[in-house]
């Protein structure tokens, strides 16, 4: 029996947990809970002590994610502590955890019962949403496998070799069951060859040596190391690698091959890697919002992205911005970015004319596939510094105070860096600008695809249009334009899965 898996219901957002681990089953620990490791926190579950890896995760993820947990009722501890039962990492090999591990004076013995089980990020990221230890389960193996061959895929320049990859992942996280013997993936859709061999490792063997060898390769982790600078793609990094450079010590050294985007990138690497929190992304709404009413009475803000669809964090802060009056907006922009510039509050930005405009044949661009890939609004990518916002902004009624421990325990310094980009769109556009911009990029994708195919409409950022009746639909809300789409509205919540 094939399970029926509509085009929508499949879900996108996938973290990029990029961990293959050999799963060590756990026997719980008889011992006394000892005092919290931060006494501002409650330890909810005594049996349970993490300690993260912080080779490849970097000190400022680990400090955010180190109270995250422990704002979740997680222990956290050093690797050296006895008391630890689950050490979660990011992008190391399981052979790398345990080198790392015994260089930090835990010895690691397989077959010692109670040695602490070696996890990936995301056990621990299912965990934090959960707000309880999630067991561990050999789907987090999987996911993360296929992830991971998504990636060297995207880096390799092999796009469809990389949505492959991230379907069969996506497919795999919907089921409504663990996926335990390779038979069950006959009914599913997606699933490639490609990735049916990995799982049939991973489940049999409990890692894939594929995976493995992708993750040990000087060029994959050189990549993903250069593609998280803001500003670099995979043709940069790429080429990086070839002309040799390895580390971000590197790029230091040759700091004139850089572009000015790139420098501030790598200057704030890992604020710009440090998950940036809903309070965060509030503190910055109130900026902009302000920003906008003292250019342009009557003008809206809307965050869009992740955070509208209930994330509880994001990679930047996404904002739409529209006025009423249609031609208002023009203009608008740049006196905002002006205003936020002579308050201190811009480390960086970019900004780009509207090029809709500009457009000669609407009709023959709107169905193209472009169109889809891309809009042409007047946008900015910034990177804010938080912590130097105006302080009668920060301080003021309603506006939530970024709080420091949320993201960096223990820094000194009070300031972080956070991308958010900022896009004005023409108020008839509005609707079409918001739905595209609220994401996730992999429902865009799906919808966009369904219209075209079901439908025979174009959709995209700016317009809807009706190929085979040559005409574009208007729309005064995102419900109307699933009103056209036949479709029954789906609010941004459901627009992560
Ligand atoms: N988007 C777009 N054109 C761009 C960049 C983004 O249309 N040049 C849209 C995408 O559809 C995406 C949404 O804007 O879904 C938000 O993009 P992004 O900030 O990259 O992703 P989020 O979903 O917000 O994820 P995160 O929370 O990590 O920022
Ligand atoms: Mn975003
Ligand atoms: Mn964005």
């Given at each position: 029996m094939n399970h029926p898996v509509q085009i929508l219901d499949w879900p996108c957002s996938i973290k990029l947990a990029m961990m293959q681990l050999p799963v060590k089953k756990k026997h719980p620990r008889r011992q006394e809970p000892g005092p919290p490791a931060s006494l501002e926190f409650c330890v909810h579950f005594p049996e349970v002590v993490l300690c993260l890896v912080e080779k490849r995760m970097g000190a400022s993820r680990k400090a955010f994610l180190t109270t995250l947990a422990r704002q979740r009722g997680f222990c956290v501890e050093d690797a050296n502590s006895e008391r630890v039962t689950h050490v979660v990492s990011e992008g190391n090999s399981g052979d790398e955890v345990v080198e790392w591990l015994k260089k930090k004076g835990r010895h690691y013995i397989d077959a010692v019962a109670d040695c602490p089980a070696l996890l990936n990020i995301s056990w621990f990221t299912e965990s934090m949403s959960a707000e309880r230890p999630v067991p561990i389960e050999p789907r987090h193996y999987l996911l993360d496998a296929l992830q991971t061959m998504a990636e060297e895929a995207h880096f390799n320049g092999s796009e469809a070799r990389s949505l492959a990859f991230s379907r069969a992942a996506s497919v795999l996280k919907s089921l409504p069951w663990t996926v335990k013997r390779v038979q069950e993936l006959h009914s599913l859709p997606c699933i490639g060859e490609h990735s049916r061999r990995i799982v049939q490792e991973v489940l049999e063997d409990g890692a894939s040596a594929e995976v493995e060898r992708v993750q040990h390769s000087e060029r994959y982790q050189a990549m993903k190391l250069f593609t998280k600078i803001f500003g670099?793609?995979?043709?940069?990094?790429?080429?990086?690698?070839?002309?040799?450079?390895?580390?971000?010590?590197?790029?230091?050294?040759?700091?004139?091959?850089?572009?000015?985007?790139?420098?501030?990138?790598?200057?704030?690497?890992?604020?710009?890697?440090?998950?940036?929190?809903?309070?965060?992304?509030?503190?910055?709404?109130?900026?902009?919002?302000?920003?906008?009413?003292?250019?342009?009475?009557?003008?809206?803000?809307?965050?869009?992205?992740?955070?509208?669809?209930?994330?509880?964090?994001?990679?930047?802060?996404?904002?739409?911005?529209?006025?009423?009056?249609?031609?208002?907006?023009?203009?608008?922009?740049?006196?905002?970015?002006?205003?936020?510039?002579?308050?201190?509050?811009?480390?960086?930005?970019?900004?780009?004319?509207?090029?809709?405009?500009?457009?000669?044949?609407?009709?023959?661009?709107?169905?193209?596939?472009?169109?889809?890939?891309?809009?042409?609004?007047?946008?900015?990518?910034?990177?804010?510094?938080?912590?130097?916002?105006?302080?009668?902004?920060?301080?003021?009624?309603?506006?939530?105070?970024?709080?420091?421990?949320?993201?960096?325990?223990?820094?000194?310094?009070?300031?972080?860096?956070?991308?958010?980009?900022?896009?004005?769109?023409?108020?008839?556009?509005?609707?079409?600008?918001?739905?595209?911009?609220?994401?996730?990029?992999?429902?865009?994708?799906?919808?966009?695809?369904?219209?075209?195919?079901?439908?025979?409409?174009?959709l995209n950022s700016h317009t809807l249009y009706h190929v085979e009746q040559k005409i574009f639909l208007t729309a005064a809300s995102e419900e109307e334009i699933f009103q056209l789409l036949g479709l029954e509205y789906i609010p941004p919540e459901e627009r992560n899965a």
């Open positions: 670099v793609g995979v043709k940069t990094a790429s080429r990086w690698y070839q002309e040799g450079l390895r580390t971000l010590a590197d790029l230091q050294v040759h700091h004139a091959k850089l572009s000015k985007e790139q420098q501030v990138g790598l200057l704030h690497y890992d604020d710009l890697n440090t998950p940036v929190e809903r309070s965060e992304a509030e503190a910055i709404g109130q900026v902009v919002r302000e920003a906008v009413e003292q250019c342009l009475p009557g003008a809206s803000v809307t965050l869009t992205g992740g955070f509208r669809r209930g994330k509880p964090t994001g990679h930047d802060v996404d904002f739409l911005v529209t006025h009423p009056t249609e031609g208002q907006e023009v203009g608008l922009l740049s006196k905002v970015i002006s205003w936020l510039d002579k308050q201190g509050c811009l480390l960086y930005y970019s900004s780009h004319r509207n090029t809709f405009l500009d457009l000669e044949d609407l009709e023959l661009w709107s169905s193209s596939s472009s169109a889809s890939m891309m809009d042409r609004f007047e946008r900015c990518f910034s990177i804010f510094c938080l912590g130097c916002l105006p302080g009668a902004l920060q301080r003021g009624a309603g506006a939530q105070k970024p709080s420091t421990a949320t993201w960096s325990p223990g820094a000194s310094r009070s300031w972080k860096a956070v991308r958010v980009d900022l896009v004005v769109s023409p108020y008839s556009q509005f609707p079409f600008a918001l739905l595209g911009w609220t994401g996730s990029r992999n429902f865009e994708r799906d919808l966009r695809r369904f219209s075209k195919h079901e439908k025979k409409m174009a």
